[in-house]
């Protein structure tokens, strides 16, 4: 961790020792990692897994989603237990190394440890169970596919609490469920998964841990329960490398490729290319899709401040209608305050217009989309707007030098790839090339002379160590019951022969 701390000035890793000074629990993550959860850090995820090495120590990633949808990695970690006390240390420290961000909301399985650490480190944040772990539970307890169908419709639709309330009791009224204990449970806890107690809140689509899950898959293809600290630490680094390279590849597909248009929105739609990514756009589209199964019902209601209020509901659903309130006088360009709010509250939580806006929009012949109705983070310079407070710390010459290095070169890619476009901007950067590259030479040159010896101090890593080496760490006990060696595990019956059925010996 020395040698990546030194490479990387903002790379942070804190760890605990016990008495006998053998590691207990790690955190880590690099630059990069900070600067996407400055940018994406509003909704994160974060599980443990197993088997991941020789320790037996549970492997924790947190994970949240970029603006091409795709998965990233904020920080990781292996920790000897998961009581609330370990979980406890791990968020502190996580926020501690992020510089005080919080999250808006996180999401974990049903982890009683877990719950009880969010809420003492992160209060402001929203807690949201996983919905794949509780459908996976509700077959065993509902059975009937039509009952499963039912009780997905109450967690999963866009509606109100109202509409959730309706759903919720024809379900119980249909399959005479008013007695079943699991439905009660379900019930009490419905704020925590349910869809309609999440609309006031943005939490980028994600309702699962399968990003999570997925990422621990991906991480046993390298890990395994034979490899040491320091195989797990560099092996999730490399994992890290392949994953940001397929960032780097949607950036360059959303430079270099341009969609047709398929809905009848055609101006909307091709003003939301030009902004959002390619995979938001794929929500968007859909979205328009969907807009003419909407009926826009007569006789708009306006308020006093000149919002207008429109009825909508959805074909063959006439009793089934959403309110979309529309404001085109109000000054705004801030997508927490839109012109326009719609009852379903998928702006609010997803970040992009519902069907039911796009049916106003129609109505309404809108045919560019307001700045209020755009999220940045989901735009295609989502990083560039992005303001991130880097931590006041000692950084060492060299590793800065090799940050700047890298951030100008990436800026540097950009810029020479519009100047390749026309024999004036090849001209022109020439030209501006070879001026700034005297004037920097010169700067350089002057810098070295004033300072001709100065000292690189790498950063540290602080521990509750009192030695300056740190042994292995004692192998855990993991949940679950232990599985035993095949090898030496016992046949449960023993091995007959196939002719008279009596042991011993082959027929």
Known sequence: MRGLATKDPHFIG?????????????????????????????????DSTYKTNAYNQPLVLFVGTNNHRGSIVFGAALISDETVETYTWLLRIFLESMNGKMPKAVLTDSDEAMRQAIETVMPEARHRLCIWHIAKNSTSHLKTEKKLKAFNRCMRKYQTIEQFEMLWQ????????HDNIWIQNMYEKRDKFCQAFFGDIFMAEMRSTQRCEGMNKDCKKVLGKGKTLVE??????????????????????????????????????????????HDVLKWIVKEMKRE??????????????????????????????????YCPEKETDSASDPIMVCSCRMFEFRGVPCRHM???????????????????????????????PYPVQSIPREALE???????????????????????????????????????????NEKEKEKEKEKVHAPTTPSSSKGSVVRDPIPVRTKGREKLDKKTEPPRRPITCGYCQGTGHNS
């Open 14 to 46: 804190r760890f605990t020792t016990d008495p006998e000074d053998r590691l207990v629990d790690i955190f880590w993550r690099d630059g990069h990692s900070y600067v996407d959860y400055q940018c994406y850090g509003d909704v994160e995820i974060f």
């Open 170 to 177: 024809e379900m119980l009224d249909e399959f005479d469920l």
């Open 232 to 277: 797990v630490v560099s092996l999730i680094y490399r994992f890290l490398m392949k994953l940001r390279n397929n960032q780097e590849m949607d950036e360059f597909m959303n430079m270099n490729s341009f969609p047709c248009v398929k809905t009848h929105l055609k101006d909307l739609e091709k003003q939301a290319f030009s902004v959002f990514t």
């Open 292 to 325: 003419s199964f909407v009926t826009l019902k007569q006789g708009i209601e306006s308020l006093e401040d000149g919002s207008r209020v429109y009825k909508v509901s959805t074909y063959k659903r006439p009793d089934f209608e959403h309110t979309v309130v």
């Open 358 to 388: 796009f049916s106003v929009m129609k109505n309404k012949h809108v045919v560019e989309l307001h700045k209020s109705l755009i999220v940045k983070r989901w735009s295609k310079d989502a990083r560039s707007v992005c303001d991130i």
């Open 402 to 444: 090799v940050s700047r290095y890298g951030a100008l070169t990436a800026e540097c890619n950009r810029l020479c790839f519009f100047a390749s476009k026309t024999d004036a901007g090849y001209n022109l950067l020439q030209k501006e090339i070879s001026r700034l590259s005297a004037i920097v030479e010169d700067l350089a």
